[in-house]
């Protein structure tokens, strides 16, 4: 009949088994949340901005959540400073990547003091984990998950593929990391 | 007997409408008590088809769109009935459900009795002297309709829930009317509102020289014990075990578009007919403590029946507290509840009363 492990038991005194106090201790805690929200809601609607809020939540898409500094977000490529990819396609990223969804071609770069510069850099995002190996294993610092942009979903498998041009293009998020669009 | 008639239909109207209008109100009271009560902010999307004009603006951020926009949904559902279904019970079903639910606000008084065109009327549209014994017979018919459609959907999730819900009036209904019996011994009188007007003690017949002698204070533990077993015969968390919908979805499993919805408008019309009882039985109806007026004008009716509305809003929104307070009981839970908890102490109270009774008389 009892078949609970003892340590499913629990010792209720006499005053939680009547119930009836605990009940009354319940509604007494979500009867305050009730009424203190309700007061900073009603202070909020006449315009005193001091008030507390009256709810913990975000009116998204409107309003966004602050994002972590270390979240990782969509990828991009840095550039140097003639806006040239910093990457020099040393195939690091495209090695470690578990997902195998980064595409490399590499080619020669004008530069003789740089070896080499992707020519195809290609992410197929469809694929991609989020796990941020690449940006760990670049030796580069070529490719980066900061840009705080976290919705590009699609209808299409192919408009999860991002080509370099549009990796390049990619910005990093603002340093006080309100998720941009 | 054209004032009667006049009066009549103003009471069905005005009754019917008053429900019907909170039933509405309270699926968006629900809303958003809830929302607040959990810090969250509720349901602010619907417009007006996507129309959002500034001026509407302050009513879409309250959500009053969604009372509409589910209205709408309803109706426009498709209204699927289950192949292998006994067509016309399901179909009868949710109309007994609500039927029932609807007529029994017919014995709750709004006002006093006042002199229109010398004729004696009441905001009330049936006063009869077995109110209390009324409301309880059709309550428990509600229970038809419940039954009916776990029965008809040939659905097993169902026809359990319809059991249940069976069980669970059984208890509940019996314990209410246990309950109320204090009630009746102290004002003695079965009319709801004769029983309001012995709740109107004079200015000095105050209890200890300044409570008035309303239900509650004349009968606290009747009082818990029929506001517990009101609510479990409204079939709502935390007796919504007919329901039920993380274990067996309920006896409304089969049901779509307004059909459902009845059965969901049925829950807040029983919570609004729980709600005049308890105001009218223990909270002294439509009586504004320390006013006694000297006749029932036209400004006094409208007071009362104001006071009476204000102490339903009050317990509605009681019981949404309750409600979005409580988990839910287990079947057994509930049933031990009912049978050993409730019922005991509804008799103990009968005892007790009888007791102060017989002290303070003699
Ligand atoms: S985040 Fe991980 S899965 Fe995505 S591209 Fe980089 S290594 Fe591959
Ligand atoms: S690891 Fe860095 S430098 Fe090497 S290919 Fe990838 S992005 Fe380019």
Redesign the pocket.
Known sequence: MNSSPEHNKRDYGLWQRTYVPEVFGGLAITARHFFVNLKNHIRRLIGRKDAAPGAVTFQYPEQRRPLAPRLRSLHR?TKREDGSPR????????TICPARC?Y?VATEHPDPNIEKM?EQFTIDLGRCVFCGY?VE????D??RMDTGILEFASYTRENMIYTIDQLLSHETAKPDAQDTQ | MIIDIACAVFNVLFTGLFVLGLAGLLTWVERKQSAVMQDRIGANRADLFGWDPKFLRPIRRLGLFHPIADGLKMILKEDHVPPNANKALFNLAPFVSIFFALIAFAAIPFSDRFVVGGHEAAIQVAPMNVGVLYIFAVLSMGIYGVFLAGYASKNNWAFLGGIRASALMLSAEIAIGVSIIGVIMTYGSLEIGEIVRAQQSSPDDLLLGFLPKWGIIMQPLGFIIFLAAGIAATKRIPFDMPEGESEIIGYFVEYSGMKFGMFMMTDFVETIVIAGLTAALFLGGWHIPYFYPEQATAAVVILQALVFILKVAFMCWFMILVRWTLPRFRYDQAMRFGWMALLPLALVNIVLTGIMKVLVSG
């Open positions: 490529l990457c020099v396609a040393c195939m690091m990223c495209e980064i490399i992707p690449c294993a670049c030796p580069e070529a490719i």
